[in-house]
């Protein structure tokens, strides 16, 4: 699955187009965290409570989540530019919206178009780029860039919102992506193809529902336990629903004569255990970035300018990685470095289990986190080339739907999963050990399950 490593050099509007495409994907990453440190100021500038906040982000990851395989079809079947343009031009509005709320609704409404947009932009915007750019070094190339500005949008979102926030307020946020769209926008007509299926069957309208209703389920699930624990009645019901609507989902695909998502596909082992890979690398980096943050300020007491410090230095360090990540794929190939990617991120985490009440241990934290954060985007990058390999064009869309699904699912349960642990455990160090020491034994167990799985089906 590798690449030769010497990449071609991109034309004047090749490298448009990808800033295009990249631009979009990392406004989108970034609206995850911009808002998080300026929630206590929403609040009380809005008159939300607690409980209501938490919506501000449920809201916008409800829809996002949600919507993605099926945006991602349908973009496949009625044209990926059109809906890319179109979620690119919701989204500006949205963002808006949410700049001038004024009062919980208005602002909560902007948050869920924001999402709906987002989950228009993200498959296209990924299938977009996998069909602009040959399988080979220039795809290679175009998804190491693709996945470094992903993972550098959360980052920076946190040290961003922190300090739009103290200079102007929590609207500037907001605001922020509304300027986004506005440099992105009028460029993409003239620069992105229209690409879609040759043919155009039918929308596998039950399979959508079932589809969009089970993850939404799930989602909602996940993101209310993050704040109030699993033992709510509407989490249990959500998770049993959620369970219930993709297992008919399943059943309802293996009978549709033209099915939302092909099922050979999903038993492709690249895809199977690709997206697995990449699942286990989001849910659990992005636990990690969570629990540091509380430990960084309320154990070792720093800032929040002094955290963002921390988490800017991981920044650098991801970045880099994405720079050299399409050669090591180039030389190594994508399955052994997914594989030592999720190696490396394990054993990082697990050096985290030294972190003490000392001020001493803020180094221990800053090497750790970034030196892991460079195999993470190796994991990120290698995975989506695993499971969008050797894919006809035609199901592009539905190959990259089924990748930024995995993304976006795994931030979403990442920290409901195991991040509770931390802030339910009564000690907040004890509880940070508990949870890199799970986190470190996931990746490291999915580390060794993606290497036999995709062993067993090179041999095959």
């Given at each position: 699955?590798?690449?030769?490593?010497?990449?071609?050099?991109l034309?004047?509007?090749?490298?448009?187009?990808?800033?295009v495409?990249?631009?979009a994907q990392?406004?989108?990453?970034?609206?995850?965290?911009?808002?998080?440190?300026a929630?206590?100021?929403l609040?009380?500038?809005?008159?939300?409570?607690?409980?209501?906040?938490?919506?501000?982000?449920?809201?916008?990851a409800?829809?996002s989540?949600?919507?993605?395989?099926?945006?991602?079809?349908?973009?496949?079947?009625?044209?990926?530019r059109?809906?890319?343009l179109?979620?690119l031009?919701l989204?500006g509005?949205?963002?808006?919206?949410?700049?001038l709320?004024w009062?919980?609704?208005?602002?909560?409404?902007?948050?869920?178009l924001q999402?709906?947009?987002?989950?228009?932009i993200?498959?296209?915007?990924?299938?977009l780029?996998?069909t602009?750019?040959?399988?080979g070094?220039?795809r290679?190339?175009?998804?190491?860039?693709?996945?470094t500005?992903l993972?550098?949008?959360?980052t920076v979102?946190?040290?961003?919102?922190?300090?739009?926030?103290?200079?102007?307020?929590?609207r500037?946020?907001?605001?922020l992506l509304?300027?986004?769209?506005?440099?992105?926008?009028p460029?993409?007509p003239g620069?992105?193809?229209?690409?879609?299926?040759p043919?155009r069957p039918r929308l596998?309208?039950?399979?959508?529902?079932?589809v969009t209703?089970?993850?939404?389920?799930?989602i909602y699930?996940l993101s209310?336990?993050?704040?109030?624990?699993?033992?709510?009645?509407d989490?249990?019901?959500?998770?049993?629903?959620?369970?219930?609507l993709l297992?008919a989902?399943?059943?309802?695909?293996?009978?549709a004569?033209a099915p939302l998502?092909?099922?050979?596909?999903l038993?492709r082992?690249?895809?199977?255990w690709?997206?697995?890979?990449?699942?286990v690398t989001?849910?659990?980096?992005?636990?990690v970035?969570?629990?540091?943050t509380?430990?960084?300020?309320?154990?070792?007491?720093l800032?929040?300018?002094?955290?963002?410090?921390?988490f800017?230095v991981?920044?650098?360090l991801?970045?880099?990685?994405g720079?050299r990540a399409?050669k090591?794929?180039?030389?190594?190939?994508?399955?052994?470095?997914?594989?030592g990617?999720?190696?490396?991120?394990?054993a990082?985490?697990a050096?985290?289990l030294?972190?003490?009440?000392h001020?001493?241990s803020v180094?221990?934290a800053?090497?750790a986190?970034?030196?892991?954060s460079?195999?993470?985007?190796g994991?990120?990058?290698s995975?989506g080339?695993?499971?969008?390999?050797g894919?006809p064009?035609?199901e592009q869309?539905?190959?990259?739907?089924l990748?930024t699904?995995?993304?976006?699912?795994?931030?979403?349960i990442?920290?409901?999963?195991?991040g509770?642990?931390?802030?339910?455990s009564g000690?907040?160090?004890t509880?940070v050990?508990?949870?890199?020491?799970?986190?470190a034994?996931?990746v490291?167990?999915?580390?060794?399950?993606?290497a036999?799985?995709l062993?067993?089906g090179r041999?095959?």
């Open positions: 699955m590798g690449a030769p490593s010497g990449a071609p050099r034309s004047t509007r090749d490298r448009l187009v990808l800033f495409l990249c631009a990392f406004m989108v990453a970034l609206d995850f965290s911009v808002l998080n440190v929630l206590p100021a609040g009380s500038d809005l008159g939300m409570t607690d409980s209501t906040l938490q919506w501000a982000v449920t809201a916008f409800l829809p989540g949600g919507f993605l395989l099926l945006f991602g079809r349908v973009g496949d079947l009625f044209g990926r059109r809906l890319f179109t979620g031009a989204f509005a949205a963002s808006l919206l949410a700049t709320a009062d919980p609704a208005s602002f909560l409404a902007g948050r869920a999402g709906l947009g987002a989950a228009a993200v498959p296209t915007g990924m299938s780029l996998t602009t750019f040959a399988e070094p220039a290679d190339r175009a998804l190491g860039i693709s996945g500005l993972s550098l949008g959360f979102g946190m040290v961003a919102g922190g300090v739009l926030t103290d200079a102007f307020g929590w500037s946020t907001m605001a509304t300027l986004f769209v506005l440099v992105v926008l460029l993409a620069l992105l193809p229209e690409s879609r299926t043919d596998d309208i039950p399979g959508a529902v079932t209703a089970g993850l939404l389920s799930l699930a209310t336990a993050a704040d109030r624990g699993f033992g709510g009645a989490v249990v019901a959500g998770l049993t629903a959620g369970v219930l297992a989902f399943v059943t309802v695909e293996s009978r004569a998502v092909s099922l050979p596909m038993r082992r690249t895809v199977a690709g997206n697995l890979g990449g699942l989001f849910s659990m980096m992005s636990t970035v969570f629990v540091l509380l430990y960084l300020q309320q154990t070792l007491h800032s929040a300018f002094e955290t963002g410090l921390v800017g991981q920044g650098v991801s970045a880099v990685a720079v399409p090591v794929i180039g030389r190594f190939g994508a399955r052994r470095t997914l594989v990617s999720l190696t490396g991120q394990g990082l985490i050096a985290l030294g972190l003490d009440a001020g001493g180094w221990l800053t090497a986190v970034s030196l892991a460079m195999c993470h985007l994991a990120i990058i995975y080339l695993i499971v969008t390999s894919v064009d035609e869309g539905l190959a990259t739907g990748v699904s995995t993304q976006q699912v795994g931030i979403t990442g920290i409901p999963l195991l509770v642990l931390a802030t339910t000690d907040l160090l509880g050990h508990t949870v890199m020491a799970l986190d034994a996931i490291l167990a999915a580390a060794a399950l993606v036999l799985g062993r067993t041999r095959a």
